[in-house]
C-alpha cells in the first residue's frame, strides 16, 4: 500500500466514527462568526475577558502606530539581531507585575511547553504529570531524557504516593499541571500542590496558566495569583494569545532560570523572533490588564449561570470556570447536538477523542466576558436536556 492509499484509508476510518477534522471557514464580526452562510454567536473563541472584539482598544493602539515605528517583523531569531527594545519593556513589565526576578517571552504557549522541560531535564529528573495536561506540555515531555509518571486527574493522594516512593531517587521531581484544564474547565488546587512540593527538598512546580492568565485574581495574573502563590511555583507559564488577545507567551520565573533557557532552550534558539509590533501590542494590554475588573466578573457570573443550567438539565458539569463542557459521550451524537445548537444561533463546537478521552465526547462552551446576560438566557433557553440526547 502506498503511503497516499494509507492516509486515505486512516481519513475514512476517521469519517466513519465521527472524528474527522476540516480548517472551518470563518468569518468574525465582534462577538459574532459566518459560517456556511449562517451567523452564529461565538462561543468558542479563547478571546475570554472580550479584548479581541474591543475596536476601541485597537483603535487607540493603532494611532500610536507609524510608517517608522510599525515594525511587522524581528527578522531573526532572539539570540541574533531579533532582540527589539520592545522585549525588554514586556519582560520588565511581566516581572514587575508578578513581582518574579525575572520573565521570559516565547512565541507562542507551544513554542514554551515544547522547550522548557526539555531544556531542564536530564536521565535524573522524573516528572510527575496530571494526566489531563495539554497536549503541547506532552510533546514537551516525550522530547526530554526525563522519566516521565502520570498521575490521575488531580488526584493529589497518588501524587503523594509518587513523591514519597520516588523522591530519593531522582535528582529531582518536577510537578506539572494546568491551572485551569482545557477541556474541562476545573482547577488544580495550587495551594496543595504547592504543600506537597515543600514537603521535599528537590520537587519543583510547573503551572500551566493557558486559561488562567487575565481571567482569574485580583490583576488578571491568573490562579496562582488568586491563591497567593506566585513565589512557590518554579515555572509559571501562561499564554497571550488567549485572554489577553495577542499572541506569544511567558515564563515568570529566577533570573538563573532565565538565563539558562536563553542558552539551552531550542523553542527560543531556533525560532525567528516575534514581530516587535505584536509585543508592543501585548505590552499595551498588559498594562491596562489590572482594570479589566468588571470583565473578570462578569465572565463569572454568566459562567455560573451556564453551569446551573447545565446541572440542572441533567449533565455532570466539572467545571469551576468559564469553560464549560456539555458532555455526551458518543462523537457522531456531540456532532449532532453541535449542528443543532449551531442551527439556533451559537457556534458551539464538539470536542473528540484524541483531544478528549474516548466515550467523553462533548460540547465545549467557551465564554467571554463580551457576551451578555441576554444572550446566555436565550443559550440557557435551547439547552436540550440529558434526557433529550438519551433518545437521540
Ligand atoms: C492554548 C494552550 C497552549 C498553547 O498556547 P498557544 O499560545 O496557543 O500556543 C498551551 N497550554 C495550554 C493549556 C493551552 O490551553
New binding site residues.
Partial sequence: MSMYERMQQELQLLESTGNLRSLPQIEHHGTEVVVKGERMLNLSS?DYLGLACREDLRTEFVATLTGENFQPTSSSSRLLTGNYSAYDRLEKQMSDLFGTESALIFN??????MGILPAVCNAQTLILADKL??A??IDGIRLTSAKCIRFRHNHYEQLARLLEEHHTAYEEIIIVT?SIF?MDGDKADLKELVRLKKLYPNVLLYV?E??AFGVCGEKGLGLAEEENCIDDIDFLVG????ALAS???YIVCKKVLREYLVNKMRTLIFTTALPPVCLSWSSFLLERLPSFKAERNHLKLISQMLKESLIANGYTCPSDSHILPMIIGESSKAIQVAKSIQRKGFYALPVRPPTVPEGTSRIRFSLSAALTIAEIERLISIIPSQTEIDSI
Fill in positions: 479563547n507562542s504557549g507551544y513554542h514554551a511547553n495536561v495539554h503541547s506540555i494546568e482545557s500551566d493557558a486559561h499564554t497571550f494569545g488567549k499572541a506569544g507567551a
